[in-house]
């Protein structure tokens, strides 16, 4: 998928939606635990839930790492049936990767070959060849990381150089000699409000993944206000507030609420910027 | 294990040598792939073969990520058989992992109660609430990337704040408010030669994961010289070049054999440096 038909999905669907799919073991609803396959069971519910509602799912693959194989094999099948049955989604692979560069051709490998994931979110701090490696694969996607949601972003993200140059800000720059726009994303958190507009300047026309609204306090306003573009150029991601909105057996119906009322909310932003 | 048994093994076994198991499925010999599981077949060979040579293992996790479910089964059979077999052999899951705290969480709960790890490598640029969830285990680790081998390395962890910090240093500084040093180590790659004395002003009681020996060109001279203290303070490590030794059916003799002339160095230094 290249950057153009990805803002066409967004027009189409009329929501800037990434459903993240953190799918924590002790937080799906009990009665599926009976269920061969429980993270699977889960998932494909959310999926076909939400899937008119959004245009990417962002499967978090720590949640799947952490319960082991069954975890991996429910991750594979995830993935698998969005592709089979949603091809329009875009599909990003939580995984913060990054090693150098004979690895990160086996992070790759394994992001793209083997799971079939669109994109790849990859942390910057070992720098160019940590980071081709994923530039390799046509079609395919880089998410890195610039300014991130959480608080220990400003541990190190926000150190200004002589110029006044941050972190983030060389990272911005950097990247972008590297891959074109229809392969490189930025992850920029949605606690950092007016930060967007120093984002924008850097990176005016890229797609910006976007996590932090909802559970982690961002909002969704404040993002479309300073970080929306002639493409959209977002990708807003909701995780816990969507997906863990009923720990009953309606928990699919109260998770397509959920996203429903983003999706509202994002299509008023579109309308707002003249994009639909 | 804290840092204390670990120098303990140093001394006993005449080593710091951390022996890499980057086992790339394309690289092992041709007449294991009969086998019914490959990849730990070729682990659990070099494994016997170097057990007395070295102090640590180091599982990357990208190798066994990159063939999915299997990688991920040979992974938990080669980390269970070091513990069961070799128990004073500290275990490195290499997988430069780090997320917001909740994921961060995950992550540790896959390395650590999982697959029983003893450390886990952890990149800093997602701050203090990405790498404080590793540090909750008693007994496990933290190897915080710091100046990796790597020609990237140069793309962002040496920038400079105004008072000439770098970046690296800054991590260096940082994540010592976090830990301890029986918790936290610092990957500093052996192609850093020098800055070795930079790492040391910072970091000087503190274990350092050195790659970069061998295949990607460090010195092992120089890590002694510039970067060993008085607990050694280093776990240098080869992968390459001791597990691909031989692609015949004496690849586990070759591997021994390599690693034998890298611990007959190691010795000489650390007699030289009054450690033994």
């Known amino acids: 998928m290249n950057k153009q038909q990805l803002f ?18 002790q937080k799906i609803p009990q ?37 082991g194989i069954k975890g991996i094999a429910a991750l594979e099948k995830t993935i698998a049936y969005i592709r089979e049955n949603y091809p329009d ?6 995984a913060k990767r990054g090693d150098i560069g004979n690895t990160s051709e086996m992070y790759a490998q394994s992001a793209f070959e083997h799971l079939q994931a669109s994109a790849v979110t990859v942390a910057p701090y070992m720098g160019e060849d940590s980071v081709k490696p994923f530039l390799t694969y046509e079609g395919k996607w880089v998410i ?5 949601s959480n608080k220990g972003s400003h541990d190190f993200q926000l150190m200004e150089d002589v110029n006044g140059e941050r ?58 206000e300073y970080g929306m573009n002639r493409t959209c150029g ?12 009923s720990k009953g057996e309606n928990f699919a119906e109260a998770a397509k609420a959920e996203a429903w009322k983003v999706q509202q909310e ?7 910027k003249g994009l639909l």
């Open 31 to 67: 009665h599926l635990l009976s269920d061969e396959d429980p993270i699977f069971a889960f998932n494909k519910a959310i999926i076909d839930a939400t899937a008119d509602l959004c245009v990417a799912y962002k499967p978090n693959a720590a949640f799947y790492e952490s319960i």
């Open 89 to 94: 989604q875009f599909i990003i692979l939580d």
């Open 266 to 272: 994002m299509e008023v932003l579109l309308k707002e």
């Open 234 to 245: 977002l990708l807003v991601n909701s995780s816990r507030q969507i997906i863990f909105a």
């Open 144 to 148: 890195v990381l610039a300014l991130t």
């Open 167 to 224: 972190l983030f800000e060389k990272v911005l720059k950097t990247t972008q000699n590297w891959a074109t726009e229809d392969q490189l994303m930025f992850v920029v958190g949605a606690t950092q409000g007016k930060m967007f507009t120093d984002i924008r300047k850097l990176a005016p026309n890229h797609f910006l993944l976007v996590p932090g609204v909802g559970a982690q306090g961002g909002s969704l306003q404040d993002v479309a």
């Open 8 to 25: 066409e999905n967004i027009q189409r669907k009329k929501s800037f939606l990434c459903v993240g799919l953190d799918t924590d073991i």
